[in-house]
């Protein structure tokens, strides 16, 4: 158990849908990061939150959206849903800021029917 | 051209044998490289972190960099069929974004 909780764990809902996918970090962690995975794609970074700030994005659609709160856990908002983003999405939390060990959560499953 | 390119495999190795990974990569301002294993339906979980060139071994598995062919490698020796998963190599700049490779799918059969 990496200590990182993300829930729900599976979703399916239908295309142009929206969706919170929620993140709760290990205890003391203050970076937050959210990474898409596909199986045509592999792992993709999306967005790094640091207490709080945004502090990296990374191929993160207009359509998604994200934030830390101030008890650090983070959601990730998908709206308009489409086929193509059905997919693994994982949060990862780490003590610092840079490219530190990151912890992944057990991830939520997506499917946009 | 991905800026990490990762062969997917499968690998299927009988237990005992060495496991070779390996992967390639473009950006020569990559800095930070690691190994993660991930078991089915789980998160990736890290294995090992090399900051430059040059070798790391941690138990049964060593870790090797090599930035002037942009090429990093991960050996599992006496391999175990619990070694069985897909493992990822990522790196990194500066920075706080990893790039992933795509991920090898081992077996270790008993």
């Known amino acids: 158990d990496s200590g990182v909780t993300q829930t729900p764990k599976h979703l399916i809902t239908a295309t142009g849908q929206r969706v919170t996918l929620r993140c709760s970090p290990r205890s003391g962690d203050l970076s937050v990061y959210w990474y898409q995975q596909s199986l045509d794609q592999g792992l993709q970074f999306l967005i790094q939150?640091?207490?709080?700030?945004?502090?990296a994005k990374g191929n993160i659609l207009e359509r998604f959206s994200a934030q830390q709160f101030p008890d650090l856990h983070s959601e990730l908002n998908l709206s308009s849903l489409e086929l193509g983003d059905s997919a693994l999405y994982f949060c990862a939390s780490s003590v610092v800021q840079g490219p530190g060990e990151l912890f992944f959560g057990e991830g939520s499953r997506l499917t946009v029917l | 051209q991905k800026e990490v390119e990762q062969d997917p495999g499968p690998l299927s190795v009988p237990e005992g044998a060495i496991v070779s990974l390996n992967c390639t990569y473009s950006n020569s301002a990559f800095q930070y490289f690691m190994w993660y294993r991930q078991y089915s339906r789980k998160g990736p979980e890290l294995l090992m972190y090399?900051?430059?060139?040059g070798n790391k071994e941690d138990g049964r598995f060593t870790a090797q960099v090599d930035k002037s062919s942009k090429y990093i490698s991960l050996f599992i020796r006496d391999s175990q069929p619990s070694d069985s998963a897909t493992y990822l190599c990522?790196?990194?700049?500066?920075?706080?974004?990893?790039?992933f490779g795509a991920g090898t799918t081992v077996t270790v059969r008993a």
């Open positions: 090399t900051y430059s060139s």
């Open positions: 990522a790196m990194s700049e500066d920075d706080y974004k990893l790039s």
């Open positions: 939150y640091y207490n709080g700030e945004e502090r």
